[in-house]
T-cell receptor
Framework: TQLLEQSPQFLSIQEGENLTVYCNSS?????LQWYRQEPGEGPVLLVT?????EVKKLKRLTFQFGDARKDSSLHITAAQPGDTGLYLC?????????????FGKGTKLSVKP | NAGVTQTPKFRVLKTGQSMTLLCAQD?????MYWYRQDPGMGLRLIHY???????AKGEVPDGYNVSRLKKQNFLLGLESAAPSQTSVYFC?????????????FGPGTRLTVL
């Protein structure tokens, strides 16, 4: 069974602060996705990274895939209350009973005005 | 487009009762998935389907059955509900099996088994 560890599990910050969420594994993944989930809704894809060392930016969000394709990070600059939600990383691989995506347990972010 | 829809949104069952959760997608996706989400456990795959008429077991299939009679629908059945099946169930679909493809999720069904 492959595992993805996310940290921190919970994060409560003030509007305007910066934060980083980490996603780590001992396994190599073919790709790494980040999803955001709001209460009462399903996860929605934010970004997919596929190349070791890849960095993608989405407005104030910066995503990085580790060189060895075993870890990833999500950095948010100047967080806003609208960033509040559950952030899930998902590692991609082929085959196995876990399907084609392994999900981390998530980081619950709360941004206070 | 409605995307992925799930019926019902909420359900309360007594131990031993049965029910079927319905998932429908209008994106003509071949691949469909059923996950359960529990506090502190993340999303875990129950069953998945790689096309009409085909299904496969995921990580936590015990106590569940599925059917994919039509391409756009994926049904999840609980034959004899147990309290351990209290969870939020999400259906998802994707265009291909490639892991870099986006999975589109429904809004979820919150199931409580008493």
């Amino acid at each position: 069974t492959q595992l993805l560890e996310q940290s921190p599990q919970f994060l409560s910050i003030q509007e305007g602060e910066n934060l980083t969420v980490y996603c780590n594994s001992s396994s190599v993944f073919s790709s790494l996705q980040w999803y955001r989930q709001e209460p009462g809704e399903g996860p929605v894809l934010l970004v997919t990274v596929v190349t070791g060392g890849e960095v993608k930016k989405l407005k104030r969000l910066t995503f990085q895939f580790g060189d060895a394709r075993k870890d990833s990070s999500l950095h948010i600059t100047a967080a806003q209350p609208g960033d509040t939600g559950l952030y899930l990383c998902a590692g991609g691989y082929y085959g196995g009973s876990q399907g084609n995506l392994i999900f981390g347990k998530g980081t619950k972010l709360s941004v206070k005005p | 487009n409605a995307g992925v829809t799930q019926t019902p949104k909420f359900r309360v069952l007594k131990t031993g009762q049965s029910m079927t959760l319905l998932c429908a997608q209008d994106m003509n996706h071949e691949y469909m998935y059923w996950y359960r989400q529990d506090p502190g456990m993340g999303l875990r795959l129950i069953h998945y389907s790689v096309g009409e008429g085909t299904t496969a077991k995921g990580e936590v299939p015990d106590g569940y059955n599925v059917s994919r009679l039509k391409k756009q629908n994926f049904l999840l059945g609980l034959e004899s509900a147990a309290p351990s099946q209290t969870s939020v169930y999400f259906c998802a679909s994707s265009y291909s099996w490639d892991s870099y493809n986006e999975q589109f999720f429904g809004p979820g069904t919150r199931l409580t088994v008493l």
